[in-house]
């Protein structure tokens, strides 16, 4: 049974940091391609950082130079590093796995599998 379970949101002012965490299940998981997205309603989804299998990162242009994605194996845990969050980081973050290279990459869908998201309000 896959499981992604996200953890580390909440509520922070702007220029706070927050680390948002990705428990994956089961742990081979983790060695496939992973990635943060995030979704404000008014918004459309938008694919944020990736890791590939190999190490291999990518950042959309909106969080470059202040988020920072990684993972530790042995825990079966990604992470996101939020600094200087702004106003518009505001959204509900999403874990996913399991994309082509490509994709992964692109960090565009379609993913295997996705977690319930957690919430980052930034004010």
């Known amino acids: 049974h896959v499981q992604l379970v996200e953890s580390g949101g909440g509520s922070v002012q702007a220029g706070g940091s927050l680390r948002l965490s990705c428990a994956a299940s089961p742990y081979t998981l983790i060695s496939s391609c992973m990635a943060w997205f995030r979704q404000d309603p008014e918004k459309e989804r938008e694919g944020i950082a990736s890791i590939a299998s190999d190490g291999s990162t990518t950042y959309a242009d909106s969080v470059k130079g202040r988020f920072t994605i990684s993972k530790d194996t042995a825990k079966a845990s990604l992470y996101l590093q939020m600094n200087s969050l702004k106003p518009e980081d505001t959204a509900s973050y999403y874990c996913?796995?399991?994309?082509?290279?490509?994709?992964?990459?692109?960090?565009?869908?379609?993913?295997?599998?996705w977690g319930q998201g957690t919430q980052v309000t930034v004010s």
């Open positions: 996913a796995a399991g994309a082509s290279r490509r994709d992964c990459l692109s960090i565009r869908p379609p993913f295997r599998s």
